[in-house]
């Protein structure tokens, strides 16, 4: 179990530029959940996947921003056309859910610092 | 959406004193998680507790699920308690929602 592994860790663009996050969840979770956090306030929900599924997608995500997770394994989150307001802390979570497992225990990466310059 | 408040916003201890953040949410849940945001960001868990009482060497929580609130407990605080506390909730099995964070700091 090597844990929720985030890739980069920081990220600075101009503003208007395209951005992509990557990350690994725990091998044996089958769902995927990213957050947004920004300086003095707890993380706020943006999608999660089950499996390769994208189930649910909060209102805080624009058209701008998309996520991915191809074959239920690792997953992508694109910023395109960044703005200043996109700067903040991005985390990934990823969590067992199944039958047996009635727990939902997430368990978080280290996070990508956006800066939008 | 369910609601989570968490109190106090910030709280000053010093080393050896013990104190109590709570955690009060609006609705059932069928999942509570308390997690310590160290200062490079990385949420680590602490609890998970959706019911009853738990203990983890210095720390402890306690969630009465009937009267929708959490309390988690730091007995002999130490420098290396300070951060961030987060009350994560989710009635669905599947988002979290997160109170806004109570900020330790823990003085020599």
């Known amino acids: 179990d090597t844990g929720v592994s985030q890739d980069p860790r920081h990220k600075i663009t101009k503003r208007g530029q395209n951005v992509t996050f990557r990350c690994d969840p725990i091998?044996?979770?089958?769902?995927l959940y990213w957050y947004r956090q920004t300086l003095g306030q707890g993380p706020e929900f943006l999608t999660y996947?089950?499996?390769?599924?994208?189930?649910?997608k909060s209102r805080l995500l624009s058209d701008r921003f998309s996520a991915e997770r191809p074959k239920g394994s690792f997953s992508t989150l694109e910023i395109q056309r960044t703005e200043q307001g996109d700067s903040a802390m991005y985390l990934c979570?990823?969590?067992?859910?199944?039958?047996?497992?009635?727990?939902?225990?997430?368990?978080f990466g280290a996070g990508t610092r956006l800066s939008v310059l | 959406g369910i609601q989570v408040e968490q109190s106090p916003p910030d709280l000053i201890l010093q080393e050896g004193a013990n104190s109590t953040l709570r955690c009060n949410f609006s609705?059932?849940?069928?999942?509570l998680q308390w997690f310590h945001q160290n200062p490079w960001g990385q949420l680590i868990n602490l609890f998970y507790?959706?019911?009853g009482t738990k203990q983890n060497g210095r720390l402890s929580a306690t969630t009465v699920a009937t009267e929708r609130y959490s309390l988690l407990y730091i007995s002999s605080s130490q420098t290396t308690d300070s951060g961030v506390y987060f009350c994560?909730?989710?009635?669905?099995?599947?988002?979290?929602?997160f109170g806004a964070g109570t900020q330790v700091v823990v003085t020599p």
């Open positions: 979570a990823s969590s067992r859910m199944g039958p047996r497992v009635a727990k939902n225990i997430q368990y």
């Open positions: 091998s044996e979770h089958n769902r």
């Open positions: 996947f089950q499996n390769e599924a994208q189930l649910e």
């Open positions: 609705d059932s849940v069928n999942n």
């Open positions: 507790i959706p019911s």
């Open positions: 994560a909730v989710t009635h669905s099995w599947g988002k979290f929602q």
